[in-house]
């Protein structure tokens, strides 16, 4: 059994330190007879001790010291308790004074578990990291003493909502975004005070989005999307002057060629640049670093009907063929064995023209089907299922999974490239049914949270207003997200919806299942469960007409706040069976992990949900390995196009260093409880010498996870 400390770091656990923090406490009582005897302590020890081994996970200090003051009581020692509290608060005071520095010396010296373990795409070894991460704990500290109102500071710490991002508050920053990327390539940009004018070659087009894909990344921290079909018209642009020079060598070399010889040569030549120019975004993806010290959290989206003519239709075609073959074929690692990486996400749309077996572009949904096969992506958006929920529109999403609503300009023409997510607070809706009496009482407490949430999110938007564009010239000033002046703030679009700011939730299953003792997937479940979201969309409709700003209903990624929210639960409530009984909550509307349910029948059913879920939403279904069954994924695949959104097949795809095992890294439980992840075929459990890729939370993670999602990972059921 472990604890984690104050400063992150997780240590084992030592009776002898509770049983001398008694002893102390005990010995301050003046009057012995107010005192516990020898085998008082002993016995307060021993029930600490069965606590924290109840609880099945590292337990925190101060966990530990809610049971050592709970025990003292219960053996009647009330002034023993009572010096051992304000010992405890005195301490308290003298942390608060300087709340930092024992969290950043612990970071650094690569200590701090929680921290180490908060994001599952940043190695917390490595100094850039360490850099993002000191400055994220002064920001923090700064954000909660000075920056937000005590009351969301409080709820925020006590689980009941999640300020998300907090280690970026204190900046004016924003949290993701579709980038303009043809505007930028089209009309020209600036990077680093250098003019880039509108590129000559696909290749060039390429390198300058990398480029610019960078930039965006290192000025806000949320993820970024960019559509392929912007780099489609450069295709032509290289076609007619690898022609011309064809045409050129031809007559240098006085070869009288027909034109359709120069059009096969052309051809030839224009794949090879395809090839090199997909395989600069691949590579250059992974191996950049932005400034907080992570690969750019990219998505590309793969939509053939944003094509704007046949052919450059068919020029996107081949952009998105030689992207699936590379992403399929992977990244070499250290030790040159090809892997899954994490980044470039890609989004592939499922559309007529490529979803039916006699469907022209039906080759590339096959390609695709083999890439989620070996390498998880890519994910699949249905442009019939979001049409009729987008107002006739498909686009985009943002990052994991935050989508924009529709938005139409004064002249009525609907745009999404160039808009963004102004913040997202998440509100703990278990929390809220556990601390109902009733129904009626659920409802009333709801509200009051739900208003909690507005005002944390009101927070977030007055925060970016006033910025001025010079903060962020990439973004405001040269084209990702505007055309602003120098000096102009961007509070225009920050309101009428132009921009987003969303009202996450978590943890639907386990909140119908303590109200009413329902699984949401029972009928009288399922009908709590869509009253619960339509609530919270009437609240997000009802904040944007009173004050024009763009509230949607999203569907939280947690993350490392899985863990957090569950272990604020079980501190307030205790173990409740099918609700606070685990480490981790379950994913905004899914189905629980355990739960038995086959794919088609969850996609179907969680679509309803996803409908409600207007500010982003993502489902999935766990598969085994599926790359000798490609007809099966294609199957899946055209059941995404007809009854949901937007979907993903969850595989595995693993690597061990030590003895070149490729197949499932497993999830065991060490000697002292903690679930580590192993080699079944050497046993190795260095996670320096495993290379383990799992879907997080709507994105791909590979620098493993906090105990509360390795659980979740872990428990997870096959639905196929």
Known sequence: MNVIKRNGQEVQFEEDKIYNAIWKANESVANENFRLSE????????????????????????????????????????????????????????????????????????????????????????????????????????????????????????????????????????????????????????ISGTLIEKPHSFSTACNIATQIIAQVASSQYGGQSISLAHLAPFVDISRKKITAEVKAEMEMAGINANEDSISKIVERRLKKEIVKGVQTIQYQVVTLMT????????????????????????????????????????????????????????????????????????????????????????????EKVMKSLKEGNCFPVMGCRSCLSAWQ??????????RF????????????????????????????RLELCHRALRCRHERLLGTPSDVAPILWQYGAISRLKPGEKIDKLLFNGYSTISLGYAGLWETVYKLIGKKLTDPEGTDLGLKIMQHMNDKCNEWKAAEN????????????????FSKCLQKRFGIIPG??????????????????????????????????????AISYIEV??????????????????????????????????????????????????????????CGNRDQRKLNVARRTCGYIGSQFWNQGRTQEIKERKLHL
């Open 549 to 564: 700003i763009g509230y949607s209903t999203y569907g939280t990624p947690l993350e490392s706040t899985t863990y957090k």
């Open 39 to 190: 085998n008082q302590i002993k016995v307060v020890v021993e029930k600490v001790r069965n606590d924290c081994n109840r609880i099945m996970r590292a337990v925190s200090v101060e966990e530990i010291q809610d049971f050592v003051e709970e025990h003292i009581m219960e053996e009647g020692a009330y002034k023993v308790a009572k010096n051992y509290i304000t010992y405890r608060y005195r301490h308290e005071l003298v942390r608060k004074s300087n709340s930092t520095d024992k969290q950043i010396l612990s970071l650094i010296e690569g200590a701090n578990e929680e921290v180490k373990q908060e994001n599952s795409n940043k190695n917390p070894t490595v100094v850039s990291v360490q850099r993002d991460y000191m400055a994220g704990e002064v920001s923090k500290d700064i954000t909660n003493r000075f920056l937000l109102p005590e009351d969301i500071v409080k709820a925020h710490n006590e689980g009941l909502i999640h300020f998300h991002d907090a280690d970026y508050y204190a900046q004016h920053m924003h949290n993701c975004d579709l980038v303009n990327l043809e505007d930028m390539l089209q009309n020209g940009t600036v």
């Open 291 to 382: 400034t907080n010290g992570q690969a750019p959290f990219i998505t590309e989206f793969m939509y053939l009907n944003e094509a704007k003519n046949q052919r450059e239709k068919d020029d996107l075609a081949m952009i998105i063929e030689e992207t699936l073959r590379q992403r399929t074929r992977g990244i070499k690692n250290e030790q040159g064995v090809w892997i899954t990486p994490a980044f470039p996400k890609i989004v592939y749309v499922l559309e007529e023209d490529n979803v039916n077996q006699n469907s022209k572009y039906f080759y590339l949904t096959e390609l695709a089907a083999k890439c989620t096969a070996k390498r998880m992506v890519p994910d699949y958006i249905s």
């Open 421 to 448: 997510n102004q913040g997202v607070v998440t509100i703990n809706l278990v929390d809220v049914a556990c601390s109902a009496r009733d129904l009626d009482d659920f409802w009333a407490i709801f509200d009051e």
């Open 624 to 681: 085994p390995n599926m790359q000798n069954n490609i007809p099966a994924v294609i199957s899946v695949i055209q059941f995404i196009y007809n009854n949901i959104m937007y979907a993903e097949l969850n595989t595995k795809s693993d690597y061990c260093q030590v003895c070149g095992f490729d197949g499932e890294i497993k999830i065991v439980t060490n000697d002292s409880g903690k679930l580590v992840w192993e080699c079944p075929n």
């Open 579 to 616: 609700v606070t009984d685990r480490n981790y909550i379950t994913n905004s509307y899914h189905v629980h992990v355990t739960e038995d349910i086959n794919a088609f029948a969850k996609l179907k059913f969680e679509s309803n949900f996803q409908a409600l879920s207007t500010g982003g």
């Open 409 to 418: 300009d004064e002249n009525g023409k609907y745009k999404f490239y160039g």
